[in-house]
């Protein structure tokens, strides 16, 4: 059984995890959780750690252990650092010989996702069995290849046996965002309910909040809730990159943003596709020269 599933005891401290409420996650208290709980929610708790930039801890906590899901966790923290090659090599490696692993699955998926190893990841998460984690990475996937239609399947299949799970209601919610028109507003009102409740919200709710804002056209009300989250947490990159999108919509100076993002993530992907676009529009401006009449 999923050991996050809504009939274990780890459900609070997991839905903490997915909501965004990290530091909320690390001051759960886990001394009444079974023994068999105990690794699955260290394993959640290092995740949080790994979430909230603190991946040398991480990787200090995990310093030779032997259990798969704790290599899988170093893992993670070493591709957050940077060290990309040997995460991915351990990943790799684990895929081999704990493929029936949850955590090996959901972590190794997610480090060969962001490695760019899309079909490598999917064919670790397909081996699940329940898992709503494994479900939600799936479907992030799918929406990352541009693959709605693969999105909404796995969507839907879920729906089917975990009901009113958050990470369904989420799920749905990401793809609701990609189908677009009434989909916006039901994907606002999952997102509103976490960002403005105090026992749920997160700099995540509210940044997920403001995209379906924007969507819909309420960009005061978008505006409003980037400012709650950078307020938050000054350097949360994805809340500057929204707000950077933003302020180009509205037809203001992004320069400032442009510069906050750089400083607060290098390579922040709107900052990657940027730069490539920049360079397309530069190689493809030199075939063309002013022509000056006379």
Same mark, same amino acid.
């Given at each position: 059984m999923d050991p996050y599933s809504a009939e274990g005891e780890l459900i609070n401290i997991h839905n903490h995890f997915h909501q965004g409420?990290?530091?909320? $996650? &690390?001051? #759960?208290?886990?001394?009444? #959780?079974? *023994?068999?709980?105990?690794?699955?929610?260290?394993?959640?708790? &290092?995740?949080?750690q790994i979430a909230l930039g603190q991946a040398e801890d991480a990787i200090a906590d995990v310093q030779g252990e032997s259990e798969p899901e704790l290599l899988a966790i170093g893992a993670l923290a070493e591709f957050s650092l940077g060290k990309k090659d040997a995460a991915v090599k351990t990943i790799e490696?684990? !895929? /081999?010989?704990?493929?029936?692993?949850?955590? $090996?699955?959901?972590?190794?998926?997610? $480090? &060969?996702?962001? !490695?760019?190893?899309?079909?490598? *990841?999917? *064919?670790?998460?397909?081996?699940?069995?329940? /898992?709503?984690? *494994? $479900? !939600?990475?799936i479907t992030q996937i799918h929406l990352q290849q541009n693959r709605t239609d693969l999105a909404l399947k796995e969507v839907t299949s879920a729906r089917r046996w975990a009901q009113d799970s958050l990470l369904v209601n989420l799920a749905e919610s990401w793809v609701g965002l990609r189908i677009g028109g009434d989909k916006y507003q039901q994907s606002f009102y999952v997102f509103e309910e976490l960002a403005q409740a105090p026992s749920t919200s997160s700099i995540v709710s509210l940044v997920s909040q403001a995209v379906?804002?924007?969507h819909l056209g309420r960009v005061e009300e978008a505006q409003s809730a980037l400012e709650q989250a950078i307020q938050k947490q000054p350097e949360y990159a994805e809340a500057i990159a929204n707000l950077l999108a933003l302020t180009v919509i509205i037809g203001k100076d992004p320069t400032e943003l442009?510069?906050?993002?750089?400083k607060a993530s290098p390579q922040h992907p709107f900052l990657v596709d940027l730069e490539e676009k920049s360079e397309l529009f530069d190689k493809a401006a030199t075939k063309y020269s002013a022509k000056v009449s006379a």
């Open positions: 409420q990290y530091q909320e $996650v &690390l001051d #759960f208290d886990t001394s009444s #959780f079974s *023994a068999e709980n105990a690794l699955p929610a260290r394993v959640i708790t &290092l995740r949080a490696e684990l !895929a /081999s010989s704990a493929s029936d692993n949850q955590t $090996v699955q959901v972590i190794g998926g997610t $480090v &060969l996702q962001a !490695a760019g190893k899309s079909e490598e *990841a999917l *064919a670790l998460l397909s081996q699940h069995s329940g /898992s709503l984690d *494994a $479900v !939600a990475l379906c804002e924007l442009t510069s906050s993002l750089k």
